[in-house]
């Protein structure tokens, strides 16, 4: 797409014309609130910087679940990367990855007591200074399938001997039973990541709504492609039809990146494990397999955490909800601490630390702008 | 981390393109896109990696499914915004 042609996604008649068509749908359905789920930090970017919420019938609650790949690594995963860190190990990963907190200490916090700390853009950065050097270098590997599809390529282009890769991936369409299941879940339908679903298809969602009967539309990221993907799933809340429904054609196919697919499952097996806040997920963690243990840092290492227990926990911790947050049951205005002791500046969890993450985005665009109750 | 950016390709050396992001290049790896690319091609990079090139065609059917989908409301509503448009503009000072 020329930078160009993404106005043609912003065009005003087109959105007025998607919300006036999402508010007759959401009339028809008659009831309050109809809620949905998105599940991806860059859905709730776009919503937020385009004031989309503004826009949307009051009686729509569009709520985002666990889309935030940085807020969802476990504080365990964490702990581990800082303890490697501490014990003298070469530490690569992602920008919003380093001021994550652990159970008591993020990579930032341990860069300050002399922790060797390295932020990549990208996991080829991490092989390239494992080519250049001698010593050990773990990259901790966060993400969901569109990160981990560059682990998997990574590992399988022959990288040196001194380099690991301590993976904290998540597969996220396990994590949607999860959060459909939840006691007192009101998610009639679901958005599903456009750029996830390049690589798995939009065929992988059809096993769910089988099950789940709820339905499910993938959705591009420009305003009129989440108006437009909106329109779609009220309408089959309407109708009650759960089905998949692709409104991300120019990227997403029925089955996907079969090239993609086969490097991420070569590498990578689906275990299940806790996403922070949320749940023990079926499935929901990708590990090394087997055959990639002299390159899994776990494997590679004795990581001592216990270390980390002489440290106190950071005092405000106890009073941070970004795991009711991610699961979609509250929202940053529930939040005691949410733009006043937690801010992203000084976040005390991990919503408000990556730009993905929903405190974070509600923090920058100035909150949400709720309408509810002024008639 | 995960935002996926568009760019246009300007060379290719075996697996690896140079791509152009808005004027900024970069080098993107193209081990996991699933289909050949050239330069002129669009793709979506995530984090140093090509993970799909963009057909250009699929643009415009875009567009046609977003006006499939607004069939069945008011033809009115939308020939109401274009000549408030059209009003507006009129009445601005030349």
Request: aromatic share 6%; hydrophobic share 40%; net charge negative.
């Amino acid at each position: 797409m020329k930078p160009g042609e993404q106005l043609k996604f912003r065009d005003p008649v087109r959105a007025k014309a998607l919300t006036t068509r999402l508010e007759e749908l959401v009339k028809e359905i008659g009831r309050d609130p109809i809620s949905v789920m998105h599940v991806c930090g860059s859905h709730e970017q776009a919503i937020a910087r385009f004031g989309l919420r503004t826009a949307f019938p009051l009686k729509l609650d569009v709520v985002m679940g666990p889309g935030c790949p940085v807020c969802i690594t476990d504080v365990p995963e964490v702990d581990e990367a800082v303890a490697l860190a501490l014990q003298g190990v070469r530490v690569c990963t992602y920008g919003d990855m380093v001021r994550v907190p652990g159970t008591v200490k993020s990579l930032a916090d341990v860069r300050g007591d002399g922790a060797n700390i390295e932020v990549v853009y990208g996991i080829d950065q991490a092989v390239e200074l494992a080519r250049k050097s001698t010593e050990e270098i773990v990259f901790f590997a966060t993400g969901f399938e569109t990160t981990a599809v560059a682990t998997a390529a990574a590992l399988l282009n022959d990288p040196p001997k001194n380099f690991s890769v301590l993976s904290a991936h998540k597969y996220i369409p396990p994590v949607m039973e999860i959060v459909t299941e939840m006691p007192g879940s009101r998610i009639e339908g679901f958005l599903a990541a456009g750029h996830a679903a390049i690589i798995t298809g939009s065929g992988v969602f059809e096993a769910f709504v089988n099950t789940h009967k709820v339905p499910v539309v993938v959705a591009g990221f420009e305003p009129l492609d989440i108006l437009a993907a909106l329109v779609k799933l009220v309408e089959l809340v309407r109708d009650q039809k759960p089905e998949v429904v692709n409104m991300f054609p120019r990227c997403v196919t029925h089955e996907g990146n079969k090239v993609a697919q086969e490097q991420l499952w070569k590498v990578f097996t689906p275990t299940g494990g806790r996403w922070r806040g949320i749940a023990h997920v079926p499935n929901g963690n990708l590990r090394l397999r087997e055959e990639w243990a002299a390159f899994d840092t776990r494997k590679r290492f004795n990581i001592d955490v216990s270390r980390l227990w002489d440290y106190a926990p950071p005092k405000l911790l106890g009073q941070c909800i970004c795991g009711e947050i991610m699961s979609g049951s509250k929202s940053p205005k529930h939040c005691a601490l949410f733009g006043k002791e937690c801010l992203p500046e000084n976040p005390v969890g991990a919503c408000m630390v990556s730009s993905e993450g929903t405190c974070r985005i509600w923090h920058q665009y100035g909150g949400h702008l709720d309408l509810r109750g002024i008639s | 981390m995960c935002l996926g950016v568009p760019g246009k390709v300007m060379s290719v050396d075996g697996l690896v393109a140079v791509v152009d992001f808005w004027g900024v290049q970069k080098q993107v790896s193209l081990h996991i896109v699933d289909e050949p690319v050239v330069p002129g091609d669009y793709i979506l990079n995530h984090v140093g990696y090509a993970i799909r090139k963009i057909p250009q065609e699929e643009i415009a059917e875009t567009l046609a499914m977003y006006d499939e989908l607004l069939d069945g409301k008011p033809e009115d509503l939308m020939r109401q915004d274009v000549e408030s448009e059209v009003g507006a503009s009129r009445e601005r000072p030349s």
